[in-house]
Nanobody, 120 residues
Framework: QVQLVESGGASVQAGGSLRLSCAAS????????MAWFRQAPGKEREWVAR????????YYADSVRGRFTISQDNAKNTLYLQTNSLKPEDTAMYYC?????????????WGQGTQVTVSS
């Protein structure tokens, strides 16, 4: 069983930064991979970044590569998304997801989301 709770979303000006957090229970023992997604009103959910918990390898969508960084703190059972150089098009509800398996990657569990709004 995995429970996820996102936090850190806010309203910021273009060019600003936010650090999103995802508190995960069972993070180190049950989730082979975790990810961040986002969804803007009227648009489809978009994959943003993924991390494999065993070795820390990361992958990014072209739209955020070089600006966003996904990371994990196993001691705190927390996933992070550092978002820099934010653009208005980054405005969305941001969700974290986790695999329900220790050896298979998937997006089986989801948090409720945290809102990021980038103005002008």
């Amino acid at each position: 069983q995995v429970q996820l709770v996102e936090s850190g979303g806010a309203s910021v000006q273009a060019g600003g930064s936010l650090r999103l957090s995802c508190a995960a229970s069972g993070y180190t023992s049950t989730s082979y991979c975790m990810a961040w997604f986002r969804q803007a009103p009227g648009k489809e959910r978009e994959w943003v970044a993924r991390i494999f918990t065993t070795d820390g390898s990361t992958y990014y969508a072209d739209s955020v590569r070089g600006r966003f960084t996904i990371s994990q703190d196993n001691a705190k059972n927390t996933l992070y998304l550092q978002t820099n150089s934010l653009k208005p098009e980054d405005t969305a509800m941001y969700y974290c997801a986790a695999s329900g398996s220790a050896d298979v990657c998937g997006d089986n569990y989801w948090g409720q989301g945290t809102q990021v709004t980038v103005s002008s």
